[in-house]
């Protein structure tokens, strides 16, 4: 049980793109996804909580207009990187969590990289 | 500030081996504290503790946490290849948000 899915796995385009991963729960809902940047040899760094419905919260630093986070449903999170420059280029996970106090469940993470 | 520190940031041994990982933290508030194996994708979910002197085990893997003293060990037994990874610690705060503190990982690697 408690199976996410993250795609694609990993993308690479020109400078400029705009690129969207999708984050999937695919066995139970999810009220909560959270967007996490993990650069090499480094621990995860928390870009974003979303709550289905709700607009998600932006971690300090990180900008709203450069990572737009959708959660349209119970299961489905999306991050669109706009206008993706080279120093996007990084290792893009995905979380969900059923209910409150369970524990986060990540998907297989993107490697994005910008060229 | 909270802080999660786990120890040691690496680890080597030989296959067969048993090790224990560290995992100490200082926040504010506490619900659970989990841990997390990560090898070339993300993390995977290995346990989530809430109280103290409980173990938890799964295979050779097992873990224990400590509220007073604030840290939690992760056990490997009889190590095996399959067993290298970075090992991930976090603290899930209680604050409604859900954010998890996490540690820096210890790096094990097992040598066949």
């Known amino acids: 049980g408690a199976v996410v899915s993250q795609h694609p796995s990993r993308v690479i385009c020109k400078s400029g793109t705009s690129v969207k991963i999708e984050c999937r729960s695919l066995d139970f809902q999810a009220t909560t996804m959270f967007w996490y940047r993990q650069f090499p040899k480094q621990s995860l760094m928390l870009m974003a909580t979303s709550n289905e419905g709700s607009k998600a919260t932006y971690e300090q630093g990180v900008e709203k207009d450069k990572f737009l986070i959708n959660h349209a449903s119970l299961t489905l999170s999306t991050l669109t990187v706009t206008s993706a420059h080279p120093e996007d280029s990084s290792f893009y996970i995905c979380?969900?969590?059923?209910?409150?106090?369970?524990?986060?469940?990540f998907g297989d993470g993107t490697r994005l990289s910008i060229l | 500030e909270d802080k999660v520190v786990q120890s040691p940031l690496s680890l080597v041994v030989h296959e067969g081996d048993t090790v224990t990982l560290n995992c100490s933290y200082e926040?504010?508030?506490?619900?659970?504290l989990l841990w997390y194996k990560q090898e070339k994708k993300a993390p995977t979910f290995l346990f989530m503790l809430?109280?103290?002197?409980i173990e938890k085990k799964s295979g050779r893997l097992s873990s224990i946490l400590d509220k007073k003293e604030l840290f939690s060990i992760l056990n490997i037994t009889a190590t095996q290849t399959g067993d290298s990874a970075v090992y991930l610690c976090?603290?899930?705060?209680?604050?409604?948000?859900?954010?998890?503190?996490f540690g820096t990982g210890t790096r094990l690697t097992i040598i066949p």
């Open positions: 926040v504010t508030n506490f619900r659970s």
């Open positions: 979380s969900a969590q059923g209910t409150s106090g369970q524990p986060q469940h």
């Open positions: 976090a603290v899930d705060p209680n604050f409604g948000n859900e954010k998890l503190t």
């Open positions: 809430t109280s103290s002197g």
